[in-house]
């Protein structure tokens, strides 16, 4: 399993953008998709967006209605989740993940290695 830490989460007020990012360790980063999911308290962790090996596909939960993109750089070992225009219901843990196989998987099971998360909060 990868070693995924995620940063750039913090306090930010209705409206505002957060740029999160997630790097990963080892060599062959490059051969998985990856996500990003989000877990407020009392409630299941949830899909939010996830990008091909190369970054040129990506696909979003329908509840990001445009705010949010993801993207990768290879080069780094990184993946980005820019958000915009966040609101009070985003407030959650950001998780970033490796996908098991082919394909843009939307569930937890499709997924096999996770970060620690990195707590977004958003004031009304």
């Known amino acids: 399993q990868a070693q995924l830490l995620e940063s750039g989460g913090g306090l930010v007020q209705a409206g505002g953008s957060l740029r999160l990012s997630c790097v990963a360790s080892?060599?062959?980063?490059?051969?998985?998709?990856m996500g990003w999911f989000r877990q407020a308290p009392g409630k299941e962790r949830e899909f939010i967006a996830g990008?091909?090996?190369?970054?040129?596909?990506?696909y979003y939960a329908d509840f990001m209605k445009g705010r949010f993109i993801i993207s990768r750089d290879n080069a780094k070992n990184t993946v980005y989740l820019q958000m915009n225009d966040l609101k009070p219901e985003d407030t959650a843990v950001y998780y970033c993940?490796?996908?098991?196989?082919?394909?843009?998987?939307?569930?937890?099971?499709?997924?096999?290695?996770w970060g620690q998360g990195t707590q977004v909060t958003v004031s009304s």
């Open positions: 990008i091909s090996r190369t970054g040129g596909g990506t």
């Open positions: 993940a490796r996908a098991v196989g082919p394909g843009l998987p939307t569930t937890v099971g499709g997924y096999d290695s």
């Open positions: 080892g060599r062959t980063f490059s051969s998985y998709a």
